[in-house]
């Protein structure tokens, strides 16, 4: 069974500072690997979408990478500005289209 | 593009009562997710839909939870009767790839109260 685990639960941080949040899951044998960012009160935005065979990808400040073999995927965020503020949940679909979802870290970007 | 759009946004009920949510998925998207979000948590898969088709409904509480996708568009989820731990986010997502594993994009939610 999947388990997907997320690690800092929250996180705070100066604006400017670069940032690493943390993915892991049991299973390997995943389709893809998604990062979303949750405002409060909100529905989830998808920020980064990396296929199986794909080691990384990049979208403005926002750099996401996957290791299959260890079971981890990293999403750094560089040169962090208050509007990061948000929660950032990693998904894993080993199922065609099932995401198992972790729990989310908490990011707080201080002025 | 428009995005998925979910109603009602908010809804508050007593328990045993009933209350259905809808959700209309991006134009041309062929698969559809109702997710269930509780407080703190991430969101747990309720049932995917291809086309008007279940692909799963492994994780829906079949005793009081129900859906359906009429013409592979429009969707709408049912609870009845409510129970306190039903209290969370339903949040509907949809994708364009038939075969599922896309890209998700997911809807504003609507928050589900049972007091």
């Known amino acids: 069974k999947q388990e997907v685990t997320q690690i800092p639960a929250a996180l705070s941080v100066p604006e400017g500072e670069n940032l690493v949040l943390n993915c892991s899951f049991t299973?390997?044998?995943?389709?893809?690997l998604q990062w979303f960012r949750q405002d409060p009160g909100k529905g989830l935005t998808s920020l980064l979408l990396?296929?199986?065979?794909?080691r990384e990808q990049t979208s403005g400040r926002l750099n996401a990478s996957l290791d299959k073999s260890s079971g981890r995927s990293t999403l750094y965020i560089a040169a962090s500005q208050p509007g990061d503020s948000a929660t950032y949940l990693c998904?894993?679909?080993?199922?065609?289209?099932?995401?198992?979802f972790g729990q989310g870290t908490e990011l707080s970007v201080k002025p | 593009e428009a995005g998925v759009a979910q109603s009602p946004r908010y809804k508050i009920i007593e328990k045993r009562q009933s209350v259905a949510f809808w959700c209309n998925p991006i134009?041309?998207?062929?698969?559809l997710y109702w997710y269930q979000q509780i407080l703190g948590q991430g969101p747990k898969l309720l049932i995917q839909?291809?086309?008007?088709?279940?692909?799963?409904d492994s994780q829906l509480p079949k005793d009081r939870f129900s859906a359906e996708r009429l013409k592979g568009v429009d969707s709408t989820l049912k609870i009845q009767p409510a129970k306190l731990e039903d209290s969370a986010v339903y949040l509907c997502?949809?994708?364009?790839?038939?075969?599922?594993?896309?890209?998700?994009?997911f809807g504003e939610g609507s928050r589900l109260t049972v007091l």
């Open positions: 997502a949809s994708s364009l790839d038939s075969r599922g594993g896309g890209e998700l994009f």
């Open positions: 299973d390997s044998a995943i389709y893809n």
């Open positions: 990396i296929q199986s065979s794909q």
């Open positions: 998904a894993v679909d080993n199922q065609g289209g099932k995401l198992i």
């Open positions: 134009s041309g998207h062929a698969t």
């Open positions: 839909f291809q086309n008007n088709g279940v692909v799963d």
